[in-house]
Protein backbone atom coordinates (compact mmCIF):
# COMPACT_ATOMS: atom_id res chain seq x y z
CA UNK A 1 0.00 0.00 0.00
CA UNK A 2 1.30 3.35 -0.64
CA UNK A 3 0.63 6.87 -1.83
CA UNK A 4 -2.93 8.73 -0.57
CA UNK A 5 -5.80 6.32 0.55
CA UNK A 6 -8.82 8.20 0.08
CA UNK A 7 -12.41 7.28 -1.90
CA UNK A 8 -10.92 8.47 -4.89
CA UNK A 9 -9.23 4.90 -5.26
CA UNK A 10 -11.25 2.90 -3.07
CA UNK A 11 -11.66 0.44 -5.92
CA UNK A 12 -8.06 0.04 -6.60
CA UNK A 13 -7.68 -0.52 -3.03
CA UNK A 14 -10.37 -3.08 -2.54
CA UNK A 15 -9.33 -5.06 -5.80
CA UNK A 16 -6.15 -5.38 -4.11
CA UNK A 17 -6.87 -6.69 -0.71
CA UNK A 18 -9.31 -9.22 -2.48
CA UNK A 19 -6.29 -10.14 -4.47
CA UNK A 20 -4.15 -10.83 -1.33
CA UNK A 21 -6.64 -12.56 0.56
CA UNK A 22 -7.62 -14.77 -2.45
CA UNK A 23 -3.84 -15.77 -2.79
CA UNK A 24 -2.55 -16.78 0.44
CA UNK A 25 -2.72 -19.58 3.13
CA UNK A 26 -2.83 -18.19 6.11
CA UNK A 27 -1.29 -14.34 6.51
CA UNK A 28 -1.42 -11.28 4.73
CA UNK A 29 1.45 -9.33 4.91
CA UNK A 30 0.77 -5.60 4.03
CA UNK A 31 3.55 -2.92 3.28
CA UNK A 32 2.24 0.50 4.45
CA UNK A 33 5.12 2.21 4.96
CA UNK A 34 4.68 4.64 1.97
CA UNK A 35 1.40 5.54 2.64
CA UNK A 36 1.12 9.45 2.87
CA UNK A 37 -2.51 9.99 3.76
CA UNK A 38 -5.60 7.56 4.96
CA UNK A 39 -9.23 9.02 5.05
CA UNK A 40 -11.99 7.55 6.44
CA UNK A 41 -13.21 5.36 3.83
CA UNK A 42 -10.33 3.52 3.02
CA UNK A 43 -10.25 3.05 7.29
CA UNK A 44 -13.30 1.49 6.91
CA UNK A 45 -12.35 -0.85 3.43
CA UNK A 46 -9.34 -1.63 5.93
CA UNK A 47 -11.37 -2.79 9.11
CA UNK A 48 -14.03 -4.96 6.81
CA UNK A 49 -11.31 -6.32 4.93
CA UNK A 50 -9.88 -7.71 8.86
CA UNK A 51 -12.77 -8.73 9.42
CA UNK A 52 -13.38 -10.75 6.60
CA UNK A 53 -9.98 -12.23 7.13
CA UNK A 54 -10.22 -13.24 10.01
CA UNK A 55 -13.40 -14.89 9.61
CA UNK A 56 -11.71 -17.53 7.13
CA UNK A 57 -9.10 -18.03 9.74
CA UNK A 58 -6.35 -15.79 8.12
CA UNK A 59 -4.14 -12.77 10.47
CA UNK A 60 -3.18 -9.96 8.72
CA UNK A 61 0.43 -8.75 9.40
CA UNK A 62 1.42 -4.92 8.85
CA UNK A 63 5.48 -4.31 7.69
CA UNK A 64 6.47 -0.56 8.62
CA UNK A 65 3.18 1.04 8.78
CA UNK A 66 3.29 4.39 8.30
CA UNK A 67 2.52 7.20 10.63
CA UNK A 68 0.20 8.93 9.02
CA UNK A 69 -1.63 5.10 8.54
CA UNK A 70 -0.95 4.38 12.01
CA UNK A 71 -2.38 8.38 13.10
CA UNK A 72 -5.19 8.42 11.17
CA UNK A 73 -6.09 4.81 12.39
CA UNK A 74 -5.69 5.95 16.29
CA UNK A 75 -7.82 9.24 15.56
CA UNK A 76 -10.62 6.32 13.92
CA UNK A 77 -10.33 4.82 16.86
CA UNK A 78 -9.48 1.32 14.81
CA UNK A 79 -5.78 1.35 15.66
CA UNK A 80 -6.40 -2.26 17.85
CA UNK A 81 -9.03 -3.73 15.38
CA UNK A 82 -6.87 -2.79 12.62
CA UNK A 83 -3.68 -4.61 14.68
CA UNK A 84 -2.12 -1.57 13.90
CA UNK A 85 -1.57 -0.53 17.78
CA UNK A 86 1.09 -3.23 19.28
CA UNK A 87 2.88 -3.45 15.77
CA UNK A 88 6.21 -4.63 16.70
CA UNK A 89 7.54 -3.33 13.14
CA UNK A 90 5.95 0.24 13.11
CA UNK A 91 7.75 3.10 12.67
CA UNK A 92 7.67 5.27 15.95
Do not use: C
Not at 52 to 63: A, D, I, K, L, P
Request: hydrophobic share 45%; aromatic share 6%; proline share 1%.
Amino acid sequence: LSGVLEVANIETLYRRLEQALASTKSTIFLDAEAVEHVDGASLQLLAVFHREVREQGYTVRWNKPSMALQRSARLAGLADWLGLKDSSTAHE
